[in-house]
Structure formats: C-alpha cells, structure tokens
C-alpha cells in the first residue's frame, strides 16, 4: 500500500515522512510507523532463540506496537471504514481479550 500511494505522488517522499501526508496526517503517520515497525518485529521473530532472552524480549514487544499503530491506521484512514468496522471492531475486541487472558496475574499464578 505504501508503494501504491507513493506512486501517486509526484516524489514520494510525503508517503514515507512522518507527518509528511496531505491527507489526514496523524493517522497516516501511525501507519508509516507500524510500517516500519514491521521489519524489527520480523526479524525478532526470526532471531527468537538465538538472541539472549533479555534482549530478544523488547524487540518483540513491539509486535504490539505494530498491531496498535496499523488498526489505528485503518479505523482512521481507511475510505472503507464504516463497510469494515465490523471487522475492526471484532478484532480490536478478540486482540484485548487475549491479551488480557495472557497476561492475567491469576493465570500466571496457576502455572
């Protein structure tokens, strides 16, 4: 999508700079950042085990960081967000949960 949005520019470089976009700002910004995000939560994934726990654990975090930042980007920018908000909803939703099932201080108790 960012190539697609760069290729109706004139230079681009709007699409890759924070606050750069014409369009709806903030928002897009929240997407170039989970964009970028992408590629260090990639490569922790791929680097899990052979990088020392504590070091391997952060860079991971921002697997979280990239899932906020890219569904705040959708809810905000997407032209098809009332077709999907369904779908964002359910996801926004089934994410929280998880993730408050996960990390449940009572649960790590019973373990």
Same mark, same amino acid.
């Given at each position: 999508?960012?190539?697609?949005?760069?290729?109706? @520019? =004139?230079?681009?470089? =709007?699409?890759?700079?924070? /606050?750069?976009?014409?369009? &709806?700002?903030?928002?897009?910004?929240?997407?170039? $950042?989970? /964009?970028?995000? %992408?590629?260090?939560?990639?490569?922790?994934?791929? @680097?899990?085990? &052979?990088?020392?726990?504590?070091?391997?654990?952060?860079?991971?975090? /921002?697997?979280?960081?990239?899932?906020?930042?890219?569904?705040?980007?959708?809810? @905000?920018?997407?032209?098809?967000?009332?077709? @999907?908000?369904?779908?964002?909803?359910?996801? %926004?939703?089934?994410?929280?949960?998880?993730? $408050?099932?996960?990390?449940?201080?009572? &649960?790590?108790? &019973?373990?």
């Amino acid at each position: 999508m960012l190539l697609a949005s760069a290729a109706d @520019l =004139d230079d681009g470089a =709007d699409v890759i700079t924070p /606050f750069g976009a014409t369009y &709806r700002p903030p928002a897009v910004t929240l997407g170039l $950042l989970g /964009f970028w995000t %992408g590629p260090l939560v990639g490569a922790s994934a791929a @680097l899990a085990g &052979r990088l020392p726990w504590r070091l391997w654990w952060p860079l991971h975090k /921002f697997a979280a960081v990239s899932l906020v930042l890219v569904w705040l980007h959708g809810v @905000l920018v997407g032209g098809d967000t009332s077709a @999907l908000l369904g779908g964002y909803i359910a996801t %926004g939703v089934l994410v929280i949960g998880i993730a $408050l099932w996960r990390y449940n201080p009572r &649960r790590a108790e &019973r373990r």
